[in-house]
């Protein structure tokens, strides 16, 4: 392959905050409008308010309680890119009304981000003793319809509903 770097590629993370009491939905859509332009990540997670405050209770990851989404950009690269991209990736973020990025520098920060993720959903059954999941797919661009449903169902049913969505495809 011409032009491959050469050496291991490194994971990086890249935290970014919705704007307090955003939906987040939007805020994931509008981050993606410079995905392709800008940068490539690994992956893109979405983790909606109720999840948020499920996983910081179990969990005390620092994130902000007033969040209104949160956003996991995952990067991969060598060490000497990571820094620009992450650097490009919070430009990103900030322009679309987040007011928290954080740029997790050490293996340990990125690590704990990733299990706030991959744990979220044990999280949640700390707030009920019964609940459900469900496996959707939703194009990205609809992520914000998608998430005005399930607040609308919250409120006609009255049960409560936290989202967690894989973001990045």
């Not at 969990?59 to 620009?84: K, N, T």
């Not at 050490?106 to 949640?124: D, I, N, V």
Request: proline share 6%; net charge neutral; hydrophobic share 40%.
């Amino acid at each position: 392959v011409i032009g491959a770097p050469e050496g291991p590629t490194i994971p990086g993370y890249v935290l970014g905050v919705a704007a307090r009491g955003g939906e987040g939905a939007e805020y994931a859509t509008g981050c993606h409008g410079s995905r392709h332009v800008l940068y490539h990540p690994a992956a893109m997670e979405l983790m909606d308010r109720r999840v948020i405050r499920a996983v910081e209770d179990a969990y005390h990851l620092g994130i902000s309680p007033d969040a209104g989404a949160v956003l996991i950009v995952e990067l991969d690269g060598q060490p000497e890119g990571l820094a620009r991209e992450g650097a490009r990736v919070a430009e990103i973020l900030r322009a679309n009304r987040a007011f928290g990025v954080d740029i997790a520098e050490t293996p340990e920060r990125r690590e704990a981000l990733w299990q706030g993720r991959k744990k979220s959903t044990g999280a949640l059954g700390r707030l009920a003793p019964a609940y459900a999941t469900h496996d959707i797919v939703v194009p990205r661009t609809r992520l914000p319809e998608m998430a005005a449903r399930i607040r609308d169902m919250e409120r006609r049913y009255g049960i409560r509903i936290g989202f967690v969505a894989h973001a990045g495809d």
